[in-house]
């Protein structure tokens, strides 16, 4: 595809936009499966070709950025890394959650809420991931964000946060078994880290489905996490994280800084 055949999709957003950013959430847009003009293939036969994009606008040279091919590295986070470098770099950053807040509070996407448990300490709401376009259910991708504020990453996670933790495992479980009869034998459910967005939230995958951001280098499976707090209370304030960063990522820079 190219800008010729891209724009008209665009153009035509009213009649296909299931996502609307209008109601001041995201300045991300999302066209669903869109039936392209008919393809002669060598053998002259005639299929029609879906495809589902993502609109970002305005777009800046972050994002821009996300989508190019670049290289990446390894990061090993210890507790005082994390305190010395990461934690400051979040605090100071302009990482907003307002538009996580605009679901929490009902304020947007609000016809998308597959699931909400209201409770303000252990309750979550349980939402498509826009990855997935809710047709297939061999690549299910749910997202599960926690009505409790403060709880920015894997890092801020106690014991304290086992009841929040174990009600997001049973009930999300629960919920997508009953809703799209996948049990809870065939889901991954993890937690990144590093986030895309630092507000707790929780992964659940069709197990066949190869998620972005399931790697043993990223993803930490929320049965795991359940037990290192159950075996230690403060797991996640003290041990070694590992993660990769990208080249143009600003908190690996500043990592190299203090090396």
């Known amino acids: 595809m190219n800008e010729n055949t891209i724009l008209p999709l665009i153009n035509v957003r009213a009649n296909v936009c299931v996502h609307c950013p209008s109601q001041t959430n995201q300045i991300y847009?999302?066209?669903?499966?869109w039936i392209l003009p008919k393809i002669y293939l060598f053998f002259s036969c005639l299929v029609q070709t879906e495809i589902k994009m993502t609109a970002i606008c305005p777009a800046t040279e972050k994002h821009i950025n996300k989508y190019l091919r670049q290289e990446i590295f390894l990061i090993q986070e210890n507790s005082k890394d994390y305190k010395n470098i990461t934690l400051p770099y979040i605090q100071a950053g302009s990482f907003s959650v307002q538009w996580v807040y605009n679901i929490l509070e009902k304020k947007a996407e609000t016809e998308r809420i597959v699931f909400e448990d209201s409770d303000p300490e252990t309750g979550f709401i349980l939402l498509p991931d826009f990855k997935w376009d809710q047709k297939q259910v061999d690549d299910l991708y749910l997202i599960a964000i926690c009505h409790q504020r403060g709880i920015k990453s894997l890092r801020d996670l106690t014991a304290d946060h086992l009841p929040l933790l174990l009600n997001?495992?049973?009930?999300?479980?629960?919920?997508i078994q009953k809703r799209y009869?996948?049990?809870?034998n065939q889901l991954r459910v993890y937690l990144h880290y590093q986030p895309s967005y630092y507000h707790l939230h929780v992964h659940f995958t069709a197990l066949g489905y190869d998620a972005p951001g399931c790697g043993v280098e990223r993803a930490h499976l929320l049965s795991d996490v359940i037990?290192?707090?159950?075996?230690?209370?403060?797991?996640?304030?003290?041990?070694?994280?590992t993660f990769t960063l990208r080249a143009d990522d600003a908190l690996l820079?500043?990592?190299?800084?203090q090396s």
Do not use: V
Not at 29 to 33: A, H, R
């Open 227 to 241: 037990q290192n707090l159950q075996a230690d209370a403060q797991y996640y304030q003290s041990r070694t994280l």
């Open 181 to 184: 009869g996948i049990p809870a």
């Open 168 to 175: 997001i495992q049973q009930r999300g479980q629960d919920e």
């Open 253 to 257: 820079q500043k990592f190299r800084d």
């Open 29 to 33: 847009e999302i066209f669903p499966s």
